[in-house]
């Protein structure tokens, strides 16, 4: 199981570590610093649906390549409840274990995207309100309490980057991306309350999405060689934006 992948890997790290909040399910939502503990420091935030738990893999990938320069924060398992839904009995479950697509649940135009719907289920449900789970809860404060000059959401897939929100954002930030994997700079429409939406709206910092593997790919993704053009892009984006 992947949390407990992330859980072995928590308890064995030496450096400056913190479980930001729980899940619906009372499973703790980890964070590892990764870098120089001074200075601007970004979040970087993975396994936001469920089904797409390889990019939990890709996390601790990140973390052990390191960094030269800059520092920030890497939550590798932000939906464990859904994650293990997918793994265990409904694999293309995108939804935490109450139902909500943590990804339309940030307060940024929350319930406008065009597939929202307030039916809980596998995916697409906005909750009850912006910020109704606790995991959504748990990453707003984290935010909130480090104030990043950036960060990034690892989803699969597509071989997609979306910089963009309400007519904001960085694009200097998506090259960089581009350039380090090949994948396509996009802006994506009929979308709304996400994570990257909501820095970008609400915080105003540059916010990026980073949809890992080809889209030819079938969830859930299980081999994490397929994301290998995305194995060092943390280190890269970090060093080449500026840490």
Sequence with gaps: ?????????????????????????????????MGAET??????VYAVHAREL?????????????LKCGGGWVIPLLNPDGAIISETTFPLWKANGRGVDL?????????????????????????????????????????????????????????????EYGGRGDIR?????????????????????????????KLKIPAYTIECGSDGLTHPITELKELKKCYKLLKIFVEKYGG
């Excluded at 200075?39 to 970087?44: D, E, S």
């Excluded at 390889?54 to 390549?65: E, F, G, P, S, Y």
């Excluded at 906005?126 to 910020?131: A, L, N, R």
Aim: proline residues 2%; positive net charge; contains cysteine.
């Design 103 to 163: 990804n339309c649940n940030f307060d940024a135009d929350w319930g406008s995207g065009r597939l929202n719907t307030h039916v809980r289920g596998g995916e697409n449900c906005v909750g009850d309100y912006p910020f109704s789970e606790p995991e959504t809860i748990a990453l707003r404060d984290f935010t909130l309490k480090i104030r990043p000059f950036v960060t990034l959401s690892f989803h699969t897939k597509g071989e997609e980057i979306y910089w």
């Design 173 to 201: 930030g998506a090259h960089i991306l581009k350039s380090a994997t090949g994948y396509e700079v996009k802006r994506i429409y009929g979308s709304a309350g996400g994570y990257k939406d909501w820095c970008i709206q």
């Design 39 to 44: 200075g601007r420091q970004f979040i970087a």
């Design 1 to 33: 199981m992947i949390y407990d992948e992330v859980s072995k890997f928590y308890k064995g790290y030496q450096l400056k570590k913190c479980v930001i909040g729980y899940s619906c399910g009372g499973r703790e939502l980890y964070a590892f610093h």
């Design 54 to 66: 390889i990019t939990a893999r890709l996390a601790l990938k990140h973390i052990k390549t390191g």
